[in-house]
């Protein structure tokens, strides 16, 4: 059994990234699903190890660590994985200028999971179209700042530099996220569209955990 160990929910976006990361750079780990559903995250035992009652987590011996982005650098910088996160610093302060834009996706995209799918099923609460249009603004404008970066040459298949980056791994992941509310993003949004497809076509890892998040997903939005 492997002594690293990643926590989390299959279905959470920030968990996707991290398992992602750990798999595109071949890191061998256990898998531990905490049932976000079932309050998993706020059960005594996963609070011993993660007082911040949220997924994911990695641990190895007593390193933990919170924080998808925060796992997802650390991967890369050790090993063999630094390509993904270049140290060269002007290519390392545009891809952290990056995940500081992908932040704000990936909380909004969470808000509009909760508000209108997760909060209705399982709490019957009604989505605040308010809320949900506010965070559907910022989605949109996020992804409306990639399509014009991606737009600006048609051949361009990473965002930054010529080489698959975090930002790659991280946007490509998240935008299979809009598949938890059944929204097309592509036809808004066509460049993107092909720069995700030409990703899910090169890189086998982001593939197949879009196939295993399509098959969880399943019973959740049937
Ligand atoms: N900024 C965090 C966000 C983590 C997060 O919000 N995780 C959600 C699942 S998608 C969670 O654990 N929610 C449980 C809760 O808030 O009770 C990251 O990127 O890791």
Not at 181 to 191: A, C, L, N, S, T
């Amino acid at each position: 059994m492997s002594t690293t160990k990643i926590y989390g929910h299959p279905l959470s976006i920030p968990t996707r990234v991290a398992l992602a990361t750990a798999k595109q750079l071949g890191v061998a780990f256990e898998f531990i699903p905490v049932d976000l559903i079932a309050g998993g995250q706020h059960e005594e035992e996963y609070k011993k190890v993660n007082p911040n009652e949220k997924v994911p987590l990695f641990v190895e011996g007593d390193f933990k660590l919170s924080e998808s982005y925060a796992i997802a650098k650390y991967l890369s910088d050790r090993g063999e994985g630094t390509a993904l996160y270049p140290r060269e610093p002007k290519k390392r302060a545009f891809i952290d200028m990056h995940i500081g834009i992908l932040n704000d996706l990936k909380t909004h995209q969470i808000k509009i999971v909760y508000l209108t799918v997760l909060d209705p099923k399982f709490l019957k609460i009604e989505a605040d179209p308010k809320k949900v249009a506010a965070s559907e603004g910022i989605v949109k404008k996020v992804l409306g700042e990639y399509e014009a970066i991606l737009s600006a040459d048609q051949d361009k298949k990473f965002v930054v530099g010529d080489t698959f980056t975090l930002i790659d791994l991280i946007l490509g992941m998240q935008l299979t996220g809009t598949h938890w509310i059944q929204w097309d993003y592509g036809k808004e949004f066509p460049r993107l569209r092909k720069y995700h497809d030409d990703l899910l076509a090169a890189f086998p890892v982001l593939q197949e955990q879009l196939d295993q998040f399509l098959e969880n997903l399943k019973p959740l939005i049937a």
